[in-house]
């Protein structure tokens, strides 16, 4: 059975967005305290008052460039898992081999 839409409604840098979404309240609300966070932070930073278009923007290049970094060191875990594996695999390979051979009549 799929889930329903139902709306939420979520606070993000002092503005109000009511959003429709089968995911979590909990997920959501989680989410939007992330980029409210950045926002405040990006905000914080910068020498003058700007837009709240810009600090979403440069809100959205920093967790892209998070989101990124966690890919690329997804990418480095992921690949050394399949070189480890394929390691022991062929020690557990050659052991077997090695067993079989000392076995034989």
């Known amino acids: ?4 839409d139902h709306t939420i409604r979520l606070k993000i ?8 979404s089968k995911a979590d309240e909990a997920y959501l ?5 992330y980029v409210d966070t950045h926002m405040r932070e990006i905000s914080e930073n910068l020498p003058t ?3 709240t278009l ?10 892209s460039d998070e989101l990124f970094a966690m ?3 997804y990418d480095e875990l992921e690949e050394n898992l399949i070189n480890k594996s394929e390691e022991l695999t062929h ?5 077997l081999q090695r067993h079989s051979v000392e076995n034989m009549p």
Request: aromatic share 6%; proline share 3%; net charge negative.
């Open 71 to 73: 890919r690329k060191q």
């Open 13 to 20: 840098f002092g503005e109000e967005y009511t959003v429709k």
């Open 1 to 4: 059975m799929a889930q329903e």
């Open 54 to 63: 810009r600090i979403a923007i440069l809100a959205a290049m920093n967790i």
């Open 29 to 33: 609300q989680n989410i939007a305290s």
């Open 49 to 51: 008052s700007q837009p």
């Open 91 to 95: 020690i557990v390979e050659d052991a």
